[in-house]
């Protein structure tokens, strides 16, 4: 299916926000248990490996849930030396991640109204790359978190 | 449901504060999953005429941004009813994500409850 | 793959004793979070699942480990109304599961000298139904738990 | 590794038994994974002279066939050293388990280590 389909691990989830903290508690040990191997991630990044991966799945999920797609979400984490790449795909109607809203200033009133238009700002301020392949008949984002 | 709130009214606690404020304790993982919960309880409070609602995040395992629009979300809403949201939160790893997303701008993180309600007091 | 692996959970995972406590954690969860509704199965019948679930995928990961087989293992998790299919599937030697050796009395010193031996035999015990079918090419095992 | 095996000498703790006895207290999954610790301890503990062990297994969390077979393996051990082993197990669901296997014909559950060690005085 993906590049990175034949190893590491793979997960499956129906499109629904209670398999969040599964695919969470999936990848965080997937990135310990490298194979026997030691991780190559710190407890830290771990943490930022399993928020990224948590905003990617949460944004598969809405994303299938605007146009009713009951497909599963396919998660897969490779753990390698000195990094872990996950990607996440979808069957959602796919977006511009370069054309994104940006949100008002954090200290003015405004910013309140916004209580959503976070997560893609996450994915790329803690993953070492972020990689968003995107079109109508879905979405399929690569996250790399590199040892720190 | 992922995430517990427990509720607490300030005046039981000590009447130098607010009588009409609650403590709200969240424990679990305040995602999308846990999210509509404390979105209600929220409302319920400022609906029930709560005007000073204390977020207690310590016991908080893990928030992402669905869980801190929640957050913000509770301030317009007290915000708009003339009342206000502390937030409590002692957990550095839930701390940087409020701060990655310059939300500390927005709150205080109070270390704990007492401390919030004091600095309140003070001001 | 499988005639259950268009819906569900799937995992996938290498063949090494420390992703089994991953796969119970998923299975677990899986089993209460059957996409919102409530789950089929009382606490101790997923304590069950958990068990036989553990033991099917720790006979796939000694199966593969007699070859030097590498390939990862896949397990899938199908929850309905009132019961919970798990497959389990593997790339070892095969075996037959009707002419496995029988332990000696249980009250005889002689069992003292078996340390293994018993997880086909709790399986059974446990699920409501254990399929087995394999082969030269590998093994799957299909175990259905129902609400007690 | 997913267990830990703390060792505690019960000459230590009351001088009415054994001084070649030690509590082994597991905590954890008691899987493939996490067996071979539990076995390695045994095997050292009777490499160093000591013919009593408590297994306490009241920490352990999941048990299945491989654990029940280092259990087995253990008591095999120490019998042919002319010793024995006792096993401490209050979790219902984990006694369950080697009930199903009939292995509570092999050992006697204890509900907790000073109740293994007096019956093993009166016996
Ligand atoms: N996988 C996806 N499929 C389709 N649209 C997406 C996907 N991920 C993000 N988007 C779009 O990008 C927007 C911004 O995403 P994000 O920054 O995560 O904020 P939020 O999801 O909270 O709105 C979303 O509102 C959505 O329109
Ligand atoms: N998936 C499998 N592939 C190949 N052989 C298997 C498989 N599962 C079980 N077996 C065979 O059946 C035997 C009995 O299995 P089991 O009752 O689980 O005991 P144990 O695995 O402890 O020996 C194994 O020793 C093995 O030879």
Redesign the interface.
């Known amino acids: 299916m993906t590049e990175l389909s034949g190893q ?7 499109p ?7 695919v ?3 990848v965080g ?2 990135a310990g ?1 490298s ?2 191997a030691s991780s190559p991630l710190d407890p ?1 990044r771990v ?1 930022d490996l ?2 990224v991966v ?2 990617a799945v ?1 944004n598969a ?2 994303a299938q849930g605007l146009i009713g797609a009951s497909d ?1 979400i396919f998660i897969c984490c490779r753990v390698a030396d000195d990094h872990v790449v996950v990607e996440v795909v979808d069957h959602g109607p796919g977006f511009d991640p370069d054309s994104l809203p940006e949100l008002p200033d ?2 003015t009133p405004e ?9 893609v ?2 994915m790329r ?2 993953s070492d790359e972020a990689v968003v392949e995107s079109g109508p008949r879905g979405t399929t984002v690569r996250l790399t978190i590199r040892s720190s | 449901m ?1 995430i517990h709130v427990h509720r607490r009214d300030l005046s039981w606690t000590t009447s130098d504060v607010d009588p009409a404020g609650v403590v709200l304790t969240v424990l679990g ?1 305040l ?3 846990g999210a509509p919960s404390l979105r209600q309880a929220v409302v319920a409070e400022v609906a029930n005429g709560f005007r000073l609602v204390v977020l207690e995040l310590t016991g908080v395992d ?1 928030i ?3 869980g ?3 957050v ?2 509770a ?2 809403r007290l ?1 708009s009813h003339g009342g206000d949201l502390l937030v409590v939160c002692a957990e550095p ?1 839930i701390r940087g ?1 409020f701060e ?4 500390d ?2 709150f205080d993180l109070h270390i704990d409850v007492e401390t919030a309600l004091s600095k309140r007091l003070a001001a």
């Open positions: 590491g691990i793979e997960l499956v989830i129906p629904t926000p209670e398999f969040l903290q599964l969470r508690a999936v040990a997937a248990l194979g026997g830290g943490a399993r928020l948590s905003e949460t999920i809405e599963r954090v200290e910013r309140l109204h916004y209580e959503s238009g976070l997560g700002a996450l301020r803690l | 992922q993982d995602d999308m999953a893990f992402d941004s669905v801190l629009g929640v913000v979300g301030l317009r915000r790893r994500v990655l997303c310059d939300l701008r927005v």
